[in-house]
């Protein structure tokens, strides 16, 4: 299996001040194949302006890949926050740009997020979670503009709840339906390492839920740190290219301009 890190945000992003080369300079040292940075997109994220300024994006990271193109593949990438409230500017926004990978990712429902919490106010966990799996399944039928789904199981991160766990029983329709739908547009899921904070052994999602999206037919996964600072690069990468063999992946899949690289 190769290494890799596709989950990456830099100074770039609203929520980061981290240089792009001490990343790639920390992959290089840690023996990776392929980076991918993925900085965040969001059209109506409340409060934080999650805009991104490609006419210094795309300079920056080029310049990069092409210095250390002898050690290291550098791929740039887009997070970008699916919103089924601005369908049109994120399908124009993500091919306004030569993208090698985007991430599709749900951070706002209906103009309410989970970091401040304004999503969870007057709900029942349970109602959170069914209508953040609810929303993420018609995001994933909408959307075609990503390739892989970032962080399935995020919410679990948030809330004003003492146990912030998933009971994924009580979704497993819902999330069967979100791995059929990747699966029939030939797209991937990733496993966000981020997760291994709050579930110690696993990331977001748990890896029976990866295992699930290989027996129903998948393929193509990808395993990213969702770092905001150089010291989390790479961080549990190699614990779930582990988890991926035992399971049956061959390989993680890599991308260029959207499309596997083959
Ligand atoms: N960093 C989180 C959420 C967030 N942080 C919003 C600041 N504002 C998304 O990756
Ligand atoms: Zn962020
Ligand atoms: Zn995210
Ligand atoms: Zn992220």
Redesign the pocket.
């Known amino acids: 299996m190769r290494k890799i890190d596709y989950h990456l945000?830099t100074r770039f992003?609203?929520?980061?001040e981290a240089n792009p080369e001490s990343y790639i300079q920390k992959a290089i040292k840690d023996g990776f194949d392929e980076i991918c940075f993925t900085d965040?997109r969001d059209f109506d994220?409340p409060?934080?302006p999650?805009e991104l300024d490609l006419s210094s994006y795309f300079p920056t990271m080029e310049a990069l890949r092409d210095q250390y193109a002898n050690q290291i593949k550098v791929k740039i990438g887009v997070?970008m926050g699916l919103d089924t409230d601005h369908i049109q500017e994120i399908n124009d926004f993500v091919a306004s740009a030569p993208f090698d990978f985007v991430i599709g990712?749900i951070?706002v429902i209906h103009h309410t997020?989970?970091?401040?919490g304004e999503y969870f106010k007057n709900k029942t966990k349970e109602e959170a979670h069914k209508e953040f799996f609810l929303e993420t399944l018609k995001c994933v039928q909408t959307f075609d503009c990503f390739n892989i789904l970032g962080h399935l199981d995020?919410i679990m991160r948030y809330g004003p709840y003492t146990d912030k766990s998933v009971d994924h029983q009580a979704c497993q329709d819902i999330i069967d339906e979100i791995l059929l739908t990747l699966i029939k547009k030939g797209k991937g899921i990733e496993v966000n390492t981020?997760g291994y904070k709050v579930n110690k052994t696993c990331g977001f999602p748990n890896f029976d839920i990866i295992k699930r999206y290989y027996e129903l037919g998948g393929r193509i996964v990808t395993v990213g740190s969702?770092s905001?600072v150089v010291e989390t690069v790479g961080s549990h990468v190699e614990d779930v290219l582990k988890a991926y063999q035992k399971i049956g992946f061959e390989d993680v899949t890599t991308f260029t301009k959207r499309k596997k690289d083959s």
Do not use: L
């Open positions: 945000h992003s609203f929520d980061s965040h994220y409060i934080d999650f997070e990712s951070h997020e989970f970091y401040y995020y981020s969702d905001h």
